[in-house]
């Protein structure tokens, strides 16, 4: 019995120490960011508001900052494809959230695979924790970690350059925000197979959710290895970028505490739309819409993913310590 209170009472001060920390970590980080970054401060908050995000698109003033296109990548066979008109891709990210049918040409494949398998990455996102994935067997041989991430080494890769500046994925980029695009931030992703408790699968962006990085951005995500579906594919919730409800709205962010199942009720499991496919395959979406990566059962998962907002704040993207 005393037994059975002493492990009660030993949980409940782990549960509240828990609590008390998480709190503490909440303050210090929000009074950092209002006195380095008011403005990304108050859209954090503002910016999970449906009509807040609508009257930004209609009223925000456009960034003095943009992406340097003076070095767009201009020759014809290494741009990126799409499987319809862009005018017809960007008509699916407003209706839907999320557009797919971009296409990496094998070139831009092998560039970068040559470039992860001769750099290293971050265990967890942690610069503490490097490795070194020589090839794909050692990729599937690593069982330690669940994510590794490049942090911002990636950017000396010329086939990623080629792809932040590729003409179609900057257009497309230009007519869902209704401006010029601002390059945000890239990320070239390990997914590793393997058991995972609740707080890792938050942390990897394997629970729906969504992301509040502006009041407007546009996420461009490239499969670098085959994904099939449920075993690292990509999930969205069609919609939900545009309606949702007033509990979900003051959520924001922490909309990734709620199940999955209890979203998938609320939005309609029809709506679910999985994207898997080859090597190649592209897909770009609005980060506010409901998605999550599934978890890897089998395979090792490479992606790389680019995103564009209305501004670049100074205090989001900024590290990569204990992952963004």
Same mark, same amino acid.
């Given at each position: 019995?005393?037994?059975?209170?002493?492990?009660?009472?030993?949980?409940?001060?782990?549960?509240?120490?828990?609590? /008390?920390?998480?709190?503490?970590?909440?303050?210090?980080?929000?009074?950092?960011?209002?006195?380095?970054?008011?403005?990304?401060?108050?859209?954090?908050? +503002?910016?999970?508001? +449906?009509?807040?995000?609508?009257?930004?698109?209609?009223? !925000?003033?456009?960034?003095?900052?943009?992406?340097?296109?003076?070095?767009?990548?201009?020759?014809?066979?290494?741009?990126?494809?799409?499987?319809?008109?862009?005018? =017809? !891709?960007?008509?699916?990210?407003?209706?839907?959230?999320?557009?797919?049918?971009?296409?990496?040409?094998?070139?831009?494949? =092998?560039?970068?695979?040559?470039?992860?398998?001769?750099?290293?990455?971050?265990?967890?996102?942690?610069?503490?924790?490097?490795?070194?994935?020589?090839?794909?067997?050692?990729?599937? %041989?690593?069982?330690?970690? @669940?994510?590794?991430?490049?942090?911002?080494?990636?950017?000396?890769?010329?086939?990623?350059?080629?792809?932040?500046?590729?003409?179609?994925?900057?257009?497309?980029?230009?007519?869902? /925000?209704?401006?010029?695009?601002?390059?945000?931030?890239?990320?070239?992703?390990?997914?590793?197979?393997?058991?995972?408790?609740?707080?890792? %699968?938050?942390?990897?962006?394997?629970?729906?959710?969504?992301?509040?990085?502006?009041?407007?951005?546009?996420?461009?995500?490239?499969?670098?290895?085959?994904?099939?579906?449920? =075993?690292?594919?990509?999930?969205?919730?069609?919609?939900?970028?545009? #309606? @949702?409800?007033?509990? =979900?709205? +003051?959520?924001?962010?922490?909309?990734?505490?709620?199940?999955?199942?209890?979203?998938? !009720?609320?939005?309609?499991? #029809? *709506?679910?739309?999985?994207?898997?496919?080859?090597?190649?395959?592209?897909? !770009?979406?609005?980060?506010?819409?409901?998605?999550?990566?599934?978890?890897? *059962?089998?395979?090792?998962?490479?992606?790389?993913?680019?995103?564009?907002?209305?501004?670049?704040?100074?205090?989001?993207?900024?590290?990569?310590?204990?992952?963004?």
């Amino acid at each position: 019995m005393k037994a059975t209170i002493a492990l009660s009472t030993n949980k409940y001060q782990s549960f509240v120490a828990k609590a /008390l920390s998480k709190i503490s970590n909440y303050f210090v980080q929000n009074r950092t960011y209002l006195k380095a970054d008011p403005n990304f401060f108050f859209m954090k908050y +503002l910016g999970r508001f +449906l009509w807040v995000r609508s009257l930004a698109y209609h009223f !925000a003033p456009q960034s003095s900052y943009q992406i340097d296109t003076s070095s767009t990548i201009k020759i014809f066979e290494n741009r990126i494809s799409l499987d319809h008109d862009i005018n =017809d !891709a960007v008509r699916e990210v407003r209706e839907n959230g999320y557009y797919t049918g971009l296409r990496l040409t094998p070139q831009h494949i =092998d560039e970068i695979l040559k470039f992860a398998f001769s750099n290293p990455c971050y265990g967890d996102r942690k610069q503490s924790d490097q490795l070194l994935l020589p090839n794909m067997d050692a990729v599937k %041989k690593q069982n330690f970690y @669940r994510v590794a991430s490049y942090g911002l080494t990636q950017e000396n890769c010329k086939a990623v350059q080629e792809i932040k500046h590729d003409a179609n994925v900057l257009a497309l980029a230009k007519g869902y /925000l209704g401006r010029e695009p601002v390059y945000t931030h890239s990320d070239l992703l390990w997914s590793f197979p393997g058991e995972m408790d609740r707080d890792q %699968k938050i942390a990897a962006a394997q629970v729906f959710h969504c992301d509040i990085n502006d009041y407007r951005s546009i996420k461009f995500f490239f499969y670098l290895t085959d994904v099939e579906e449920s =075993d690292g594919s990509h999930s969205y919730i069609e919609g939900t970028h545009r #309606k @949702r409800s007033l509990i =979900d709205q +003051l959520l924001g962010q922490r909309i990734a505490s709620k199940a999955d199942e209890k979203l998938l !009720a609320a939005y309609d499991p #029809k *709506k679910v739309r999985t994207l898997s496919g080859a090597a190649g395959l592209g897909f !770009a979406g609005d980060p506010y819409c409901i998605h999550r990566g599934d978890a890897v *059962k089998r395979s090792c998962r490479l992606l790389f993913q680019v995103e564009y907002s209305f501004y670049n704040y100074s205090s989001y993207y900024n590290h990569v310590e204990g992952g963004v």
